[in-house]
């Protein structure tokens, strides 16, 4: 039985994890399918490339409201998709040639499957570790609809590799993979209908995002709002029969209704792991399991499912499993978010709805982009920053931004909250770049 000091399932974030001074530890590292992960080959980095791509698009098409003379005449859908994967699928190969060269590290390319307390099978051999990192992230799930299963439908791991540009795009769903793809297809000229069963876009994020993003998007493609699918059909093209009574015709269709974990394709019961109510791996502070020697960390434990939780939490595993009497912990108590769509949106803390359930005392800020000379620049009459603070503390309790760079433009705001700042603090305690976007964030802030 082949037997290594670490095992590593998954080589997302979880390959991030050896560094320096694992030089002398035997480490393996499972990974069916290829390095790096969802990020990398199908998530985060990729439709950001698409994204911008995007962006240049719509800007072209919108020039006449600035007085330019820009046109929109078509997007290349094969160029745009090849200089994204052809940058990106030499890294994934590149990460794990680098892996298998090394002296200390087996790559096992296959699924790995518990068998026992810190012992898989891989391809029919059994392996053991004196430690074990669960790292397998998650996956797209499709809802049980009438006809799903039979049509050859796309999730986020294969839309952005179509061979050509949808004439008609239909995307079930109305989260942030939904918001973003939507923005793509769109801006690069395809016509596109959202599919929604909520009554506002983007669950989850606070009302007045929700609201004005759902307006922005319903007024530029269409959107089917508190709506269903009856029955699904193929037969060279799309039909979807709708709860509303109507019938949608489309060239390509988006399934884009969530994810799950992937622990139920490792048997992590017969381990010894717990798994909550939504099947994400439990783990105390450290990032231990319920098994011993067995961490946990990504999409797999965190619901959030974001890319820079997963590398924080690979830091902490780096230092952890090196230093068992000295373990670090995680803080995820502020933790960031952003949905790149058109326009961006980014938020962190809480949402004024949960403030409002919980009977928390806050005050209410909101400032419009159009308030700055910058947002006067741009023309933008959408944007807009809303704070959440405590009246007594003075802290800050929730940010929420839509509108051009907003990923950007919270940054402070996240810095402030982690570093204990008063919005007074933040406000007054420094001088911000007259005219930029920040203005935006220093006026809301002196609002309150």
């Not at 590593?8 to 320096?20: D, K």
């Not at 961006?344 to 009977?359: K, M, P, R, W």
């Not at 503390?393 to 509108?403: D, F, K, N, P």
Request: aromatic share 6%; glycine share 10%; charged share 20%.
């Amino acid at each position: 039985m082949p037997h290594h000091d670490l095992l590593i399932i998954g080589a997302g974030s979880g390959n991030s994890v050896v560094g320096n001074d694992y030089s002398d530890i035997n480490v393996a590292i499972v990974e069916p399918w290829v390095f790096g992960g969802t990020c990398l080959n199908r998530g985060c980095i990729p439709s950001k490339m698409f994204v911008h791509a995007a962006d240049v698009a719509l800007s072209a098409r919108r020039g006449g409201s600035l007085g330019v003379n820009t046109t929109f005449e078509g997007a290349d859908w094969p160029a745009i998709r090849d200089r994204v994967f052809d940058r990106i699928d030499p890294i994934a190969l590149s990460g794990r040639d680098y892996r298998d060269g090394l002296e200390n590290v087996t790559v096992y390319e296959s699924h790995a499957r518990f068998t026992g307390e810190r012992r898989v099978d891989i391809d029919g051999t059994s392996v053991s570790a004196d430690q074990i990192v669960v790292a397998a992230g998650g996956r797209p799930v499709a809802p049980d609809l009438p006809g799903l299963a039979e049509v050859p439908f796309h999730t986020s791991d294969s839309i952005m590799r179509l061979d050509s540009l949808p004439e008609h795009l239909v995307i079930l769903g109305g989260g942030f993979i939904a918001i973003e793809m939507a923005h793509v297809f769109e801006a690069l000229g395809s016509r596109v209908t959202i599919v929604h069963r909520g009554d506002l876009l983007l669950r989850g994020a606070d009302e007045s995002i929700r609201e004005r993003i759902t307006g922005i998007y319903s007024a530029r493609m269409g959107v089917h709002l508190n709506t269903t699918v009856a029955a699904v059909s193929h037969d060279g093209g799309f039909t979807l029969d709708l709860s509303d009574g109507s019938t949608l015709q489309a060239a390509q269709l988006l399934v884009a209704t969530g994810r799950r974990p992937n622990s139920d394709t490792l048997n992590v019961a017969a381990a010894g792991i717990d798994t909550d109510e939504r099947d994400l791996i439990t783990t105390d502070e450290y990032l231990r399991t319920s098994s011993e020697g067995v961490w946990a960390l990504g999409d797999i434990t965190n619901p959030a499912q974001l890319k820079h939780i997963a590398n924080a939490e690979a830091r902490i595993l780096t230092h952890n499993l090196l230093n068992p009497e000295n373990l670090r912990a995680v803080d995820n108590s502020i933790t960031p978010h952003a949905v790149f769509g058109h326009p961006q949106i980014a938020s962190v803390g809480h949402t004024e709805q949960e403030l409002v359930d919980a009977g928390t005392p806050h005050t209410v800020s909101v400032r419009n982009f159009s308030d700055i000379a910058y947002g006067w620049a741009m023309e933008d009459s959408t944007g807009f920053v809303k704070l959440l603070a405590d009246p007594s503390s003075r802290l800050l309790l929730g940010a929420h931004i839509i509108g051009p760079h907003a990923p950007t433009l919270i940054q402070q705001l996240i810095q402030g909250m982690a570093f204990g700042q008063t919005v007074d603090e933040m406000a007054r305690g420094q001088l911000y770049v007259h005219p930029a976007m920040p203005e935006v964030v220093e006026q809301a802030l002196l609002e309150l």
